[in-house]
């Protein structure tokens, strides 16, 4: 069963913890005696390994193709993914009927919801549309941005590496003791009681106090590390994509992300770390107000939570925006915070749509991709395992199926959130040519409709 499975069975025993504290122990020890129940066969995994690495093999190429898809066809794309939204809430509600008419009266009306919100919205989804094409382009022009989140994502996992064994070694100094919560003894089935009659661990580890506190900035520092990980991506994507955007025709964009990349570790280094500080007060506030939540599980709270969770979602949109905006001028986060907000006021309804829109539907189509991935998984080693009789091909099956369709998420999330920062990076410049009624290159203002948005503008303006 492992460590995890015999921990709680030695907490839960009284003689393994004294009145009184005995000399601390510098770590947990815990014996596997016991094995588990249930363990699939090495049959499984010999069949299953050749699934999985041909998962593993062609999901990237599932991505190469989505982000042609989405530059050849991004309208198309779109409103695929709004007819699956509406068809999955109409199938959930025929699915339902049968078994509740309140729950099929609310999946019809959701889903006559979502119709009416594609309806209203219908030149915003055009927009985001236009949005994914130009930005597939971008992505195209500059292939070096894999190669750096790839190596962001690399440098992040060795930074954290350290930091986690040292909060582990440090949590492991400290030694067992009796349960603070323990208020009687059954002696029939030799468990502890708390005031409420409920059985609880007999004894609990207590980490000693220095480690306590050392856990605490370690964490702080982990959480920062992770942030501004994120933001030197966020940058280095917005400088190399700006450079694109604004770069005359016909100019080579080589070298653009590498110096994207020297200026986030030089220059604006100090605009990311505060951009950074920010977005983890935010994640710790967050954490706070859903831990408030759960200990207080009322009306009245979860009205709270779902307010302060929009101010939270609001903040962390305003500061990607501003790291965005500090690439492309070069100004410091709390000036860039200010021009953006003026930008994202005077575009509101497209800057709300760009705020959901493109993982909305990007998310829906990786989805969509890993369903069917996963059915056709399951359906070859069901196929497969039947023709060999083994006796549970189809829970096997379906094992493997969510495996890999899991595996065609995680890889497609990687080109979705590359997809979504570019799409954000040339969203602002787009609001950026329009706010200064220019047009930057002819090719992607066509795409874009800049011309006519420009036309209006001047239009209203006489």
Same mark, same amino acid.
């Given at each position: 069963?492992?460590?995890?499975?015999?921990?709680?069975?030695?907490?839960?025993?009284?003689?393994?913890?004294?009145?009184?504290?005995?000399?601390?122990?510098?770590?947990?020890?815990?014996?596997?005696?016991?094995?588990?129940?249930?363990?699939?066969?090495?049959?499984?995994?010999?069949?299953?390994?050749?699934?999985i690495?041909f998962?593993?093999?062609?999901?990237?190429i599932?991505?190469?193709?989505?982000?042609?898809?989405?530059?050849?066809?991004?309208?198309?794309?779109?409103?695929?993914?709004?007819?699956?939204?509406?068809?999955?809430?109409?199938?959930?509600?025929?699915?339902?009927?049968?078994?509740?008419?309140?729950?099929?009266?609310?999946y019809?009306?959701?889903?006559?919801?979502?119709?009416?919100?594609?309806?209203?919205?219908?030149?915003?989804?055009?927009?985001?549309?236009?949005?994914?094409?130009?930005?597939?382009?971008? &992505?195209?022009?500059?292939?070096?941005?894999?190669?750096?989140?790839?190596?962001?994502?690399v440098?992040?996992?060795?930074?954290?590496?350290?930091?986690?064994?040292?909060?582990?070694?440090?949590?492991?100094?400290?030694?067992v003791?009796?349960?603070?919560?323990?208020?009687?003894?059954?002696?029939?089935?030799?468990?502890?009681?708390?005031?409420?009659?409920?059985?609880?661990?007999?004894?609990?580890?207590?980490t000693?106090?220095?480690?306590?506190?050392?856990?605490?900035?370690?964490?702080?520092?982990?959480?920062?590390?992770?942030?501004?990980?994120?933001?030197?991506?966020?940058?280095?994507?917005s400088?190399?994509?700006?450079?694109?955007?604004?770069?005359?025709?016909?100019?080579?964009?080589?070298?653009?992300?590498?110096?994207?990349?020297?200026?986030?570790?030089?220059?604006?280094?100090?605009? &990311?770390?505060?951009?950074?500080?920010?977005?983890?007060?935010?994640?710790?506030?967050?954490?706070?107000?859903?831990?408030?939540? *759960?200990? *207080?599980?009322n009306?009245?709270?979860?009205?709270?939570?779902?307010?302060?969770?929009?101010i939270?979602?609001?903040?962390?949109?305003i500061?990607?925006?501003?790291?965005?905006?500090?690439?492309?001028?070069?100004?410091?986060?709390?000036?860039?915070?200010?021009?953006?907000?003026?930008?994202?006021?005077?575009?509101?309804?497209?800057?709300?749509?760009?705020w959901?829109l493109?993982?909305?539907?990007?998310?829906?189509?990786?989805?969509?991709?890993?369903?069917?991935?996963?059915?056709?998984?399951?359906?070859g080693?069901?196929?497969?395992?039947?023709?060999?009789h083994v006796s549970?091909?189809?829970?096997?099956?379906l094992?493997?199926?969510?495996i890999?369709?899991?595996?065609?998420?995680?890889?497609?999330?990687?080109?979705?959130? &590359?997809?979504?920062?570019?799409?954000?990076?040339?969203?602002?410049?787009?609001?950026?040519?329009?706010?200064r009624?220019?047009?930057?290159?002819?090719?992607?203002?066509?795409?874009?409709?800049?011309?006519?948005g420009l036309?209006?503008?001047?239009?209203?303006?006489?």
């Amino acid at each position: 069963m492992g460590i995890k499975g015999t921990i709680p069975l030695y907490l839960k025993d009284q003689k393994n913890c004294a009145a009184t504290p005995s000399a601390p122990n510098h770590a947990l020890e815990a014996s596997a005696d016991e094995e588990d129940d249930v363990k699939l066969t090495s049959h499984f995994w010999k069949r299953a390994v050749v699934f999985i690495a041909f998962t593993l093999v062609v999901t990237p190429i599932i991505g190469y193709c989505l982000l042609k898809a989405m530059f050849n066809h991004a309208s198309k794309m779109v409103h695929y993914s709004m007819v699956f939204n509406l068809a999955s809430l109409i199938f959930g509600g025929i699915l339902t009927l049968s078994v509740s008419t309140g729950g099929a009266v609310m999946y019809f009306l959701f889903a006559a919801l979502w119709g009416l919100v594609w309806w209203l919205w219908r030149d915003q989804f055009e927009l985001i549309a236009r949005l994914f094409s130009v930005s597939s382009a971008g &992505l195209r022009e500059n292939p070096h941005l894999c190669t750096l989140a790839v190596a962001v994502k690399v440098f992040l996992m060795v930074m954290l590496l350290p930091l986690m064994l040292c909060i582990v070694a440090a949590y492991s100094n400290g030694h067992v003791t009796s349960n603070s919560r323990v208020e009687s003894y059954n002696n029939i089935n030799n468990t502890c009681l708390d005031s409420d009659q409920n059985e609880v661990d007999c004894c609990a580890w207590e980490t000693d106090g220095w480690a306590l506190s050392y856990i605490f900035f370690a964490l702080l520092s982990t959480l920062w590390t992770v942030m501004l990980a994120f933001e030197i991506r966020l940058f280095s994507i917005s400088g190399a994509i700006s450079q694109w955007y604004f770069m005359p025709a016909g100019q080579s964009t080589e070298g653009t992300t590498v110096s994207s990349l020297k200026l986030a570790f030089g220059p604006a280094f100090g605009t &990311l770390c505060l951009g950074s500080l920010v977005l983890t007060f935010v994640e710790i506030l967050r954490n706070m107000t859903e831990s408030a939540r *759960r200990r *207080r599980n009322n009306f009245i709270m979860m009205i709270i939570a779902c307010c302060l969770e929009c101010i939270y979602s609001l903040i962390e949109y305003i500061s990607k925006f501003a790291t965005i905006f500090a690439a492309i001028t070069g100004s410091s986060f709390c000036e860039s915070a200010q021009e953006v907000m003026t930008l994202l006021k005077r575009n509101f309804i497209s800057s709300y749509a760009v705020w959901w829109l493109p993982k909305f539907v990007l998310n829906c189509v990786a989805c969509c991709l890993a369903l069917l991935w996963g059915a056709a998984v399951f359906a070859g080693f069901y196929l497969e395992e039947s023709a060999r009789h083994v006796s549970k091909a189809s829970s096997e099956a379906l094992l493997l199926a969510v495996i890999c369709g899991l595996i065609v998420l995680v890889i497609l999330s990687f080109f979705i959130t &590359l997809l979504i920062d570019i799409i954000e990076v040339i969203y602002l410049c787009y609001i950026m040519d329009l706010d200064r009624q220019t047009v930057t290159k002819e090719e992607e203002a066509a795409i874009l409709e800049l011309k006519t948005g420009l036309d209006g503008v001047l239009d209203s303006a006489q």
